[in-house]
């Protein structure tokens, strides 16, 4: 334990020393999969809400890495609880979690391009998710499942409606 490098070493002390090398090579292998993958499935979406004005694909990149992250933080906060078996935050603790989730939704749809005015519907699905995981009441399931008709809806209109139909010919 003690020949390791300082940054490898675990101990009581030492919380996250010892993870510190897997999380950075998660997190770069995460950019790299999203660069190769994500990035061009992203930028296809894009294409459909905003031509040819796509934003770069590192900024892409650092939201959806973002949208993750928040993601991340939100399954290890759901449910938490402190050394007392009491909830953290106390009885924010749902808005809290709802709000970690809306923050992953916002940046999931800013990673895939959607313009500010469809911001939003992924941020409501997941409020509806988490409302909807913290009292299993039925018609919370109802937000969601209307979020995503809302959804596919504005993207057949953005697809179909709003493309120019003349064609000019040189």
């Given at each position: 334990k003690s020949s390791l490098p300082i940054i490898l070493r675990s101990g009581k002390n030492l919380t996250l020393r010892?993870?510190?090398?897997?999380?950075?090579?998660?997190?770069?292998?995460?950019?790299?999969?999203?660069?190769?993958?994500?990035?061009?499935?992203?930028?296809?979406?894009?294409?459909?809400?905003?031509?040819?004005n796509a934003q770069p694909s590192i900024l892409t990149s650092f939201y959806l890495t973002s949208s993750t992250s928040a993601l991340v933080v939100a399954l290890w906060f759901f449910k938490r609880k402190n050394q007392n078996g009491e909830f953290l935050c106390g009885e924010y603790h749902e808005d809290v979690f709802q709000l970690i989730l809306a923050a992953c939704g916002a940046l999931f749809a800013l990673g895939f391009g959607l313009p500010l005015k469809l911001v939003p519907l992924p941020t409501l699905m997941l409020l509806g998710f988490a409302i909807y995981l913290s009292t299993r009441m039925l018609r919370f399931f109802a937000v969601i499942v209307f979020t995503i008709f809302i959804s596919i809806s504005f993207l057949v209109?953005?697809?179909?409606?709003?493309?120019?139909?003349?064609?000019?010919?040189?």
């Open positions: 010892g993870a510190f090398l897997p999380i950075v090579f998660s997190l770069v292998s995460s950019i790299a999969f999203q660069q190769r993958y994500i990035v061009p499935v992203s930028e296809s979406v894009s294409f459909l809400f905003n031509g040819h209109q953005y697809r179909f409606i709003y493309i120019p139909k003349t064609v000019k010919v040189a």
